[in-house]
């Protein structure tokens, strides 16, 4: 069965850190890009970031230059490091996995095959 586990969330000050995880099994990992998303109260699904099969790696803007994405292949995860985290960056946080050709369309939810359960992160103000 595919499963996509994401985990690291919690409760944590502003300007804090945390760092997610995503674990992938029941499918050819480094054949997938694999894109973070996250959704607040009362707000739509939004991408966050994402890495391609080969390293590349992409940001909202809202998160550039305090968040870090990186994979290991060989252990079949991604993880997104969050520093300095604001108050508006409280949403669940979900992990996907999809075969973008076009990098640039990350953003868009359909592109993606699987997805994961979501983990909850709360920056206090």
């Known amino acids: 069965d595919v499963q996509l586990q994401a985990s690291g969330g919690g409760l944590v000050q502003a300007g804090g850190s945390l760092r997610l995880s995503c674990a992938a099994s029941?499918?050819?990992?480094?054949?997938?890009?694999i894109g973070w998303f996250r959704q607040a109260p009362g707000k739509e699904r939004e991408g966050v970031s994402y890495i391609s099969r080969y390293g590349s790696t992409y940001y909202a803007s809202s998160v550039k230059g305090r968040f870090t994405i990186s994979r290991d292949n060989a252990k079949n995860t991604v993880d997104l490091q969050m520093d300095g985290l604001k108050p508006e960056d409280t949403a669940v946080y979900y992990c996907?996995?999809?075969?973008?050709?076009?990098?640039?369309?990350?953003?868009?939810?359909?592109?993606?095959?699987?997805w994961g359960q979501g983990t909850q992160v709360t920056v206090s103000s």
């Open positions: 029941g499918f050819t990992f480094g054949d997938y890009g």
């Open positions: 996907a996995a999809g075969k973008i050709g076009t990098y640039t369309l990350w953003p868009h939810q359909t592109l993606y095959n699987y």
